[in-house]
């Protein structure tokens, strides 16, 4: 019997029980202080009503012989995968209905698809990241190379045509970052995955917080996308589904590499290994992308950039530099006389009662940075804005 040795490699991450164990440290300390969470990338809005109701509806369909439903198909329902292309439709993106496959979240989708490439890949990673890409690909003992994200790039690296990568990461706007590509930046990615043959994996968690013009909601707003990128996505950051589960991804028809047709692949892994979502949680799905659910949607949206304006309007009195809160629920700072991003933390915490995250624990390069993060509630941020202002000013 052999295990997977590849497991070995794997870095133990303590980042968010570290933080949490500190923060239950300081809570014990001093009973009498309030924290001020603005850690943990989870949203805090609750679910909105119109997904509410479609979720008890469907419910009760469950419950009568009449409209009870067993398996649905692997790839989601129709009712929305269409709901979903035509959400893409809004930012000028025209998806056939059968290149989107509905799943119970982008992080299942963004490890699943590994399975659909060979071992011997070099993978592109830019750091700093969402640890997940990481994590997945030392699982399947790929190589990884890193593309710098710095205050030099605006923490948006692009390509470089002395790296050689078969598969790359982008993910914006970025977790932690906030920064979020234009179109035209990402026609660059393009064009080099393009001319390698690469395929590129391009994470648009985020794409609902986009606000400005020029910037990409979608890697297929670039012409030649299609022909070399698999896009995820989710109603986590969205339309508040952390707890509830769904996202998806699209894998379009004209997606082909050495003869195989990706589309094709990913159809008959998912048909494998994968038995669909829950009927319920589809049907709250839709109706997040409702008029009545966007409508809904957008305004948690408009509360959660409220609480980034915040956070920015802060750090700009303070002269503290920073990338996001415009175009992302995340403002990536500049720690403040210190280089280490976990000293920060701790001074943060112990004076202020301000929680945030170390940039240290999304790479190397987040080292001298911290993120902050817009999804507490807006009383939770003025306070917290306001303790940073006391703390800097
Ligand atoms: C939150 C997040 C996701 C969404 O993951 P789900 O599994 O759909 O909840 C994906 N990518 C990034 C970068 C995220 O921060």
Redesign the pocket.
């Known amino acids: 019997m052999k295990i997977n040795q590849n497991y070995r490699n794997l870095k133990e991450s303590y980042l968010f029980s570290d933080i949490a164990r500190k923060v239950a440290a300081f809570a014990s300390k001093y009973p009498e202080r309030e924290i001020l969470k603005m850690g943990i ?2 949203v805090t809005l609750p679910l909105a009503p119109a997904v509410v109701s479609a979720m008890e509806e469907a419910a009760r369909e469950q419950g009568e012989k009449a409209t009870f439903r067993g398996y649905g198909p692997e790839q989601g329902y129709p009712f929305l995968r269409e709901a979903i292309r035509d959400y893409y439709k809004t930012f000028g993106v025209f998806l056939d209905a059968d290149e989107i496959f509905v ?8 490890g699943n698809v590994l399975d659909l490439f060979g071992a011997e890949n070099t993978v592109l990673i830019p750091d700093p ?2 640890p ?1 890409y990481v994590d997945t690909n030392t699982m399947a003992g790929r190589k990884i190379v890193f593309a710098a994200a710095n205050e030099q790039n605006g923490f948006l690296p692009m390509p470089d045509e002395n790296i050689e990568a078969d598969i790359i990461y982008i ?1 914006s706007p ?3 970052t906030g920064a979020a590509y234009s179109v035209k930046q990402l026609r660059a990615w393009v064009e080099y995955a393009n001319r390698r043959g690469a395929v590129i994996l391009y ?1 648009a ?2 794409e609902s917080f986009v606000s400005e013009a020029g910037l990409a909601r979608s890697i297929y707003e670039v012409e030649g996308a299609r022909e070399c990128a698999i896009e ?6 969205t339309a508040g ?2 707890g509830t ?3 998806y991804t699209v894998v379009p028809f004209a997606l082909e590499r050495e003869g195989m047709n990706l589309h094709r692949m990913w159809l008959r892994r998912q048909t494998t290994k994968f038995n669909g979502v829950s009927y319920i949680v589809q049907r709250g799905a839709a109706a997040a992308f409702s008029s009545a659910g966007l409508e809904q949607i957008r305004q948690n949206i408009s509360a959660y950039r409220a609480n980034a304006k915040t956070i920015c309007a802060a750090l700009d009195g303070l002269k503290i530099w920073y990338t996001g809160g415009k175009n992302s629920p995340y403002v990536w700072l500049k720690c403040p006389g210190f280089s280490d991003s976990f000293a920060f933390f701790d001074y943060l915490l112990e004076r202020a009662g301000v929680v945030g995250t170390p940039g240290g624990g999304f790479g190397r390069n987040g080292e001298g940075y911290f993120r902050l993060t817009a999804f507490a509630d807006g009383a939770t941020v003025q306070k917290a804005c306001k303790k940073l202002q006391e703390l800097f000013g």
């Open positions: 990338g989870d799943s119970d979240g982008a992080k299942s989708d963004l990241v969402y997940v993910c970025n977790n932690p994470d968690a985020y995820f996505c989710s109603f986590s950051k589904f952390t589960r769904c996202g």
